[in-house]
């Protein structure tokens, strides 16, 4: 299993980047797919979700409003639209896929990661 993140960049405050994450080895309909981020010195956290059948998103509370989840089954991608953003967003973030039907929150709960992406936002 393969899960490879790009799309990670410098840019200002208020800026948008558009992170994409390509799986292969896994039959990514059957998968919940997940974004998590960490920032240096800090734990990963959660960031938001999105179910197999792309009826479901779920986001933290920080990323409400501004970023936005989606994933194209037929193409074994997932998308993470950020719009709005801020130096706190600042971390690497990383894809994952969840064989659980449910959307968690939790980063032992998921099965498979990426590599990570690094997103740099300046003041």
């Known amino acids: 299993v393969q899960l490879v993140e790009s799309g990670g960049g410098l840019v200002q405050a208020g800026g948008s980047l558009r992170l994409s994450c390509t799986a292969s080895g896994l039959t990514f309909s059957w998968y919940s797919m997940g974004w998590f981020r960490q920032a240096p010195g800090k734990e990963r956290e959660f960031v938001a979700a999105?179910?197999?059948?792309?009826?479901?998103?779920y986001y933290a509370d920080s990323v409400k409003g501004r970023f936005t989840i989606s994933r194209d089954n037929a193409k074994n991608s997932v998308h993470l639209q950020m719009n709005s953003l801020r130096p706190e967003d600042t971390a690497v973030y990383f894809c994952?896929?969840?064989?659980?039907?449910?959307?968690?929150?939790?980063?032992?709960?998921?099965?498979?990661w990426g590599q990570g992406t690094q997103v740099t936002v300046s003041s």
């Open positions: 994952a896929a969840d064989h659980d039907t449910e959307l968690r929150t939790t980063a032992p709960d998921y099965d498979y």
């Open positions: 999105i179910n197999r059948d792309v009826i479901s998103t």
